[in-house]
């Protein structure tokens, strides 16, 4: 019986699983422009959990700013230079979404927050990217993302209530601690903001909120 029940237990596991995979929203940019690869491996009120492969990014380094929107436009421009050629290799890189800003907050509302702007990198450049003067490389493990879509133009006046209510509608959920874990293990970023469209795009815009966190913040659930 125990064994059988156990057969069971991890049959519905893997319905869920399977279920939540069925149901993933993939931005429509990426349809377009090549995105990271993910697993949508839980999905709850308000929230998606996806896994994301070893990836590689091409960062700014902390941009000091009161605007999320103005370090965002300013990390973009460094980046937008780099994959026009101004790189190691004199090379042209195809431009891919979504540009992420990582937000490590202030401590009061008219002191500068930390923002690094990061770009990702196509896969086939993943193996050697050319570096940059100014900008470095992230590389990222398998990692997990709570996420939370919304659509329109990212604001300064909205950015923190989006993230807020990300957090909020992970309470009650297994994931919640996991999330927690995370922002201890990299306290300089609170949350990531990806956008995929170009500001030239007023329709149909999708943005997201992402907290990350390991596999090891899994384990200690």
């Known amino acids: 019986m125990a064994t059988q029940a156990h057969i069971l237990s991890s049959l519905l596991l893997f319905s869920l699983i399977a279920c939540a995979c069925a149901l993933k929203s993939v931005p ?110 992230q590389k990222w493990g398998p990692t997990f993302a709570a996420v939370r879509q919304f659509s329109g133009f990212v604001s300064d006046d909205t950015l923190g209530e989006e993230a807020a209510a990300l957090y909020l509608s992970l309470q009650g959920s297994n994931w919640a601690s996991a999330v927690d874990q995370g922002r201890k293990a990299d306290p300089t970023s609170s949350y990531t903001v990806a956008q995929y469209n170009s500001p030239f795009e007023f329709s149909g815009r999708v943005n997201e909120i992402w907290m990350l966190f390991s596999q090891g913040s899994i384990n200690k659930m």
């Open 28 to 137: 429509p940019t990426c349809e377009r422009i090549e995105c990271p690869s993910y697993d949508v491996v839980d999905q709850g009120n308000g929230f998606e959990i996806r896994r994301y492969n070893s990836t590689v990014w091409v960062s700014t380094a902390p941009i000091e700013d009161i605007s999320f929107v103005e370090a965002t436009r300013t990390g973009f421009l460094q980046l937008f230079n780099y994959i026009q050629g101004k790189n190691a290799y004199n090379e042209t890189i195809e431009m891919t979404g979504p540009v992420i800003t990582q937000v490590s907050p202030s401590d009061g509302p008219f002191c500068a927050s930390s923002f690094v702007v990061s770009f990702y990198v196509p896969k086939k450049n993943q193996a050697d990217p050319p570096a940059a003067d100014g900008l470095h490389l």
